[in-house]
DNA sequence: TTAATGTTTAGTAAAGTTGTCGAGATTGTA
DNA sequence: TACAATCTCGACAACTTTACTAAACATTAA
């Protein structure tokens, strides 16, 4: 159940993208400030950028440069851009929902495997869609509102 | 983020394996009752075995049981031995911790991602270790304690 | 003995991960 | 204009993991 490497280094992109928010960075800048292998990086600026998250200016003085409020940015939202759903398994999946094929309890009202797994995707989410880019650097989930129960910002897809 | 097939064919296996608690059934049975592909069931029973959560006997009347009360099993502890930590990145394990090698917050007192990815493992392990195969088929957690706090079964390990 | 079962080792096709390479396109500056 | 710094894009390659299958073998009950 891990996370690869290529959201890993893309979150951690997204440190120094965040920290130079206004204005762009290179992105030997970003490999060097978070050790990332460069060609590496580029596949997955580039990923962020078709996904709307960054923009890119080329030619001398170019670079990469995020184009939304860092407090807009949640953490979900890039590691979907990069991984997938966050869904431990796919019939739970709110983003990328996939009917189990031949499980038994697929036509069945109740299945055990679902349950569980759901309360496990909305665990994850929870965390994820509620913490942005801005937290993320602040290292605190700012003034977010709190659990239990208390409205909070939807926990958004999966 | 998934769990790979064979975590869920042997959690479904294992649906089976606790529903007939208490004498063996054969790998055969298991396979017509979830569908699962006979050959890797077999492996993943065998996992099982060597985990200590299963015996099997030989021979005619042979088979595989659950030797542990289905309520002293969790589906962290089959998801650990089918699938590896729960952990999404190795830094916040707990069971299978390996230090971030080039990660430039490795030497500094405080990491971001360490930080979220810590709480996220947390909350997967706080489902996980305390939801027994019990509650598996019964689909309830049962009586465990509350969160908020309250004392509860220690989340044993990521 | 024989048939039903589990045991073990091997192998493997397809997909995913983690990158590298190289030929361009674009831009600011001299 | 020429040039150098930068992004762009597609290919590809090594390695690992996933999800299996095959086949020879061991054990047991009837």
């Not at 580029?42 to 200016?57: C, N």
């Not at 759903?85 to 069945?108: F, M, N, Q």
Request: glycine content about 8%; some cysteine; hydrophobic content about 35%.
């Amino acid at each position: 159940m891990r996370f690869s490497k290529k959201s890993e280094y893309g979150l951690r992109a997204l440190i120094e993208l965040t920290k130079h928010y206004g204005h762009p960075i290179t992105r030997q800048q970003i490999a060097e400030e978070q050790h990332v292998p460069i060609v590496f990086l580029e596949q997955i600026l580039l990923s962020l950028k078709h996904a709307g998250l960054l923009a890119s200016t080329r030619g001398i003085q170019g670079g990469y440069q995020l184009i939304k409020p860092p407090k807009d940015v949640t953490l979900g939202q890039v590691i979907r851009v990069l991984d997938g759903p966050l869904a431990p398994i796919g019939c739970v999946s709110k983003t990328a929902y996939r009917k189990c094929e031949d499980c038994p309890y697929a036509k069945k009202s109740y299945c055990p495997l679902q349950h569980v797994m759901g309360g496990v995707r909305n665990a994850i989410a929870d965390i994820l869609d509620n913490y942005s880019l801005e937290d993320f650097i602040s290292g605190t989930r700012s003034n977010r509102p709190a659990r239990l129960g208390a409205v909070r910002r939807k926990s958004e897809r999966a």
